[in-house]
């Protein structure tokens, strides 16, 4: 009843909005405007209709300022423009349901066309592609392909007037900005370019090489041209905008009111089911979606299924059968359903979530204080903690392996039984153009707080993958990598001699050089200072490499591989987790200019022997210990799901999962969270096969 309650008091409040809205345009005089179109820059602005009516004049501005309020799609120069293919939708999705568009820079020639006439073809698409309420709810990503592109080719102020178009005076969510393969000379004018952007919209624009552009879109849903399964139809497309821009105007003509809001099923919704987004492969399945009235069948194409559900907490996602709902997300709000036939019905989302939304608490609830999990401890105990992780470790899989086990790639898995998922696999680039499975690793992405792939959980190197590895290390940036393990434990490889491990020795693998410049050994961890060299470039870069050394298998630091007092080691891992954030922030730093990726820096790579159980320890607790500076609160079930569900079987052992809540107490107590905390009695009533 509660429930039902406060659904219809916020389907209240959109209606109010919606109104206000409408009557406030009416009283400026803005003329005639369809409730569809209002809904379209209220969604845009979270249904605050003071920032939607700063959008839609903010809009209007802008359409007479550059030009873009009559069309002649049918005409040249307009046409011309459009069939040049620079600018297009793709008729796919990412993985949270924003739709793709892509801007090919080597099409473009400033000397043969007007900014004008360039941004009637960027507007004229995206109209049509925003009449998805799909879209509208999820946003778009911008991609622009800078691949053999050269100077003449890159025109500063079209690329500043269609960013500051897209960022303020559009109504669409700008998801990501991803400036694909720049070139040298497109550094400078990149960072005049930045200083355009808000702060938080500036955290979501991105330099990436080809490989890296799968960590932001899945592979599956993009062209050949950018290392993606399918190829890029734009005639189509620009058939289906033509037959869209002739049926609003005809609606116009019947209306009286231009409705740019009719409902287009171009780029199908993604709709998620147990939290797998299934891609439609075949063109002839019946599940293939229709092209308007054209007759041609749209699909998406690409890998086996993948989750986009960062939370397998949440299994509720509000879609009525037949009805065609889309959810209309409210921000700080629960998310509900606006239907175009059917009813309205509440519900629960899990998108994905973005680069400022990528909290522990986004993905496992509003977290506990110190003192809150301090009296939890005290009341459920060990056996408590354990029994919670076991009711973790018995949910299967929230996705696939298909690329882990395919025969070339089964060699490259140190352990057959701990593979890496389908969704968050980390691509390398394709070093065989004739062999696919080059861009294999076995490693996946991993959110930290306020930061989508913020790590990356691999296993220990083999040998034959030494190459793989530092290629990985190259392609993502990355400047700090924390080892857990030994490379010998109880007389058994655990990992590669992937590093020198003397001062001043020097390996070579494949195209890569790694020089150790010094090496310092403390009690509990051993610090490299590595110089990462690509040979073929001859271009340096300084990798932070700290290794800890008294965390053993199965187990804890200081309690071994079972039973014991899970945090009585906890001191040294959180005075090693600051020395690795100390070494993030410096070799962020030394990157400058070069790195324009998210204000936190690259991936950090951690691995143990298998990827899973030190690794998926270490980041839960550095997750967490984030979490708690910045909100005075964390929540380490929910963080290990997430985790979890990017990596899986993270947190291998009971004892693992017991260390992160005892450890992220003695952190609050070191950090003046709490005074102290005393857990008498709670390894009373131990199981004693726990493990």
């Known amino acids: 009843m509660k429930m039902e309650t406060a659904f219809f008091r916020r389907l209240l409040k959109y209606i109010r909005a919606t109104k206000t809205f409408l009557n406030e345009l009416s009283e400026t005089g803005a003329g005639c405007v369809s409730r569809a179109t209002a809904i379209k820059f209220l969604l ?76 009637q073809g960027v507007v004229y698409q995206l109209d049509v592609a925003l009449q998805s309420l799909e879209t509208q709810r999820a946003g778009l990503v911008f991609i622009y392909d800078m691949t053999d592109s050269k100077y003449t080719n890159f025109d500063y102020e079209l690329s500043q007037k269609i960013l500051t178009m897209l960022k303020g005076g559009y109504p669409a969510k700008l998801k990501k900005v991803l400036i694909v393969t720049a070139p040298l000379w497109f550094k400078a ?4 370019l930045r200083l355009f952007v808000r702060e938080k919209l500036r955290e979501r624009v991105h330099t990436v090489s080809a490989p890296q552009l799968g960590a932001h879109v899945p592979r599956s849903s993009l062209p050949k041209q950018l290392g993606g399964l399918h190829d890029t139809d734009h005639t189509t497309w620009l058939e289906y905008c033509k037959n869209s821009y002739i049926n609003n105007i005809q609606n116009s003509k019947l209306d009286g009111v231009i409705d740019e809001y009719v409902i287009s099923n171009h780029i199908p919704p993604v709709e998620p089911q147990n939290g797998i987004i299934e891609h439609q492969s075949d063109m002839t399945s019946d599940r293939a979606v229709r092209l308007g009235d054209t007759g041609t069948k749209m699909h998406i194409s690409g890998d086996p299924p993948y989750t986009c559900d960062p ?38 989302l899990s998108p994905g979530l973005s680069d400022e939304e990528c909290a522990a608490g986004g993905a496992g609830g509003a977290g506990e204080t110190p003192a809150a999990l301090l009296a939890r401890l005290r009341l459920v105990r060990r056996r408590g903690l354990v029994a ?90 990355t400047v700090v990598i924390v080892m857990t393990t030994r490379v010998m434990e109880r007389g058994r490889v655990k990992c590669g001699q992937y590093w020198p491990a003397a001062a001043g020795a020097r390996q070579q693998h494949g195209p890569y050089a790694v020089l150790a410049e010094d090496v310092i050994q403390h009690d509990d961890y051993t610090i490299s200072s590595l110089v990462l060299t690509e040979l073929r470039t001859e271009q340096v870069r300084r990798v932070w490499h700290g290794q800890y050394t008294r965390w053993p298998d199965y187990g804890v630091p200081g309690g071994g591989g079972g039973g014991g007092a899970a945090g009585a080691r906890a001191l040294p891992v959180l005075r090693f987790m600051q020395l690795v954030r100390r070494a993030q922030q410096r070799g962020l730093a030394e990157l ?100």
């Open 44 to 119: 845009a602005r979270k249904f605050d209709v003071g920032r939607a009516h700063a959008l839609w004049r903010q809009h209007e501005a802008t359409r007479r300022r550059e030009g873009l309020n009559k069309f002649e799609p049918f005409e040249v120069p307009l046409k011309s423009e459009l069939e040049t293919g620079k600018f297009t939708i793709l008729p796919t999705r990412d993985a949270t349901g924003a739709a793709i568009a892509v801007f090919t820079a080597n099409k473009h020639f400033p000397s043969q066309t007007t900014h004008q006439t360039t941004l």
């Open 189 to 192: 004018p990149f960072r005049i």
């Open 311 to 348: 939370s397998p907490l949440r299994h509720s996602h509000g879609y009525n059968g037949d009805t065609k709902s889309r959810h209309i997300n409210s921000g700080d709000e629960d998310d509900i359903d606006i239907s175009t036939r059917g009813t309205w019905s509440s519900g629960e």
């Open 388 to 477: 919670e992780y076991d009711e973790i470790r018995s949910r299967p899989p929230v996705g696939t392996f298909h690329n882990a086990k395919l025969p070339s790639n089964l060699a490259k898995n140190r352990y057959t039984d701990v593979l890496c998922y389908d969704h968050s696999r980390v691509l390398l680039s394709q070093t065989d153009p004739d062999d696919p499975t080059t861009d294999y690793i076995n490693a996946n992405y991993v959110d930290g707080y306020k930061q989508k792939n913020a790590y990356i959980c691999t296993q220990g190197p083999l040998p034959k993958t030494f190459g793989d590895f530092w290629r990985m290390v190259w392609e993502q940036g």
């Open 592 to 691: 400058g200019d070069a790195w324009a990726g998210h204000s936190k820096g690259p991936p950090i790579v951690v691995h143990c022997s298998a990827g899973i159980g030190r690794t998926g320890t270490f980041l839960t607790l550095d997750t967490c210990a984030a979490r708690l500076e910045a909100e005075g609160a964390a929540d380490v079930r929910g963080t290990v799901e997430r985790i979890r569900s990017q990596r899986a079987h993270s947190i291998q052992m009971p004892d693992q999962y017991v260390f992160c809540h005892l450890a992220l107490l003695e952190y609050a107590v070191i950090n003046g969270y709490l005074e102290s905390a005393d857990l008498t009695g709670f390894d009373d009533e131990n199981d004693e096969e726990s493990e």
